[in-house]
């Protein structure tokens, strides 16, 4: 029988001592009233506390560290939304400034105060814009010379983000796949020029494929479609989504020339989130001069002393990202992104050259180019051994450990790999806490007696985590 006079408590009832902590939380139905911020606070911080540390999250490419002062100046910024320039009219500013910074960490050649890109969500957003831009202009070309329009596509590596299938959806866009392969890791150029014809919007590389993180060769790209477009007469441009690599190689190898220094390069696009080292969502899409960017996707502004162009998808956003790129570059400066980006090479550096010692393992590729790689187990033990590994991925969740396994795209679905992203926040001494705990989780694995459940699925071909395993023990993605 409920004691109404104690239980219905009020601000001084203990948090634990409350009636809302007998109570299941809402699922279905607003509760009839209210109840005290403490309490609304701890149902809600706790309904998440079981959950993995962002920081041991390693399939993540997002950032989970910021210094105390990025943190908060964000949280001081949250309560504000970037579309109300006429009020916030600095932060469209700073805005500004962040596109051109980026724009001249790419080499920009555009001369305007103003660089011509975007602000957006994330890169998928930044994706879409770089990718509508493209299909517009094209779009524009056909219709002058009275050809049709109804049939246009983009050209770009199987090693593709889901972004792409999405362009390819909302837009009806055809999207032309060149297959990745055990030989060819990355796009192959002639194999992406001869899926090219007139109604080609762009081909799209892609710098950290997400697969993978190799590099595709924008530059061997770029001179093959000068060749082919010299040959045709067409004028297919590039554009790169450099979702991660956008933030390392200006940093790590300036001299890689995978941007607008390129000939047909018009347009990148990048995750601020990423190795932009800002908490999410932020991207930026930048474009190598206005005329590249159509004028039907563009919002002119001329009350901020200049003129400021505005595209996106969106229109409310958060602007509290936009302050913690502004303060991540002057914090840092080249000097301090060279250095967290270095760190996290060499900390990927050496957890490929160790997994790639351990006895199951095979390193996808020789070299890390970006600070992530895939390995997958060697032959003998992926058709002999009693786990997988998925398993490996369940035991290193025990100790807190995110390590994603899953199987590569079309062509190569037979390799199921394991990931690792390395980002600013996990050092050296993490690095060796988890090779720790790999090789316990092999050797209490290696100690079985009987396959696992998902061994068994493998070899008796049913479906599991997405994928159906065939009775050779290769599987393919539903
Ligand atoms: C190559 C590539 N493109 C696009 C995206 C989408 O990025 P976002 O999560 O910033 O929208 C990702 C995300 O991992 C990616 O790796």
Redesign the pocket.
Known sequence: MKDVNFRNGDAKTAIFGSEEMLQPSPVDKIPDGPTTPQIAYQMVKDETYAQTQPRLNLAT??TTYMDDYATKLMNEAININYIDETEYPRIAVMNGKCINIVANLWNTPEQEKWKSGALA?????A?MLGGVAAWLRWRKKRQAQGRPTDKPNFVISSGL?V?WEKFAQLWQIEMRQVPLTLEKTTLDPEDALKMCDENTICIVP?E???WTGLNDDVEALDKALDAYNAKTGFDIPIHV?A??GGFILPFLQPELKWDFRLKWVLSIST?G??FGLVYP?L?WVIWKDKKYLPEEMSFSVNYLGANITQVGLNFSRPAAQILGQYYQFIRLGFEGYKNIQYNCMKVAEYLHEQIGKMKPFVNYSKDVVNPLFIWYMKPEYAQNGKWTLYDLQDKLKQGGWMVPAYTLPENIQNYIVMRIVVRQGFSRDMADMLLNDINNAITELEKLEYPTPTRIAQDKNIEIKGSVFTHTGSCKKK
């Open positions: 490419f997002v969500i994330g890169s998928s957003e994706c983000q972004v892609i950290g494929v997400t989504d979702a991660s995750s989130h990423k969502g991207g």
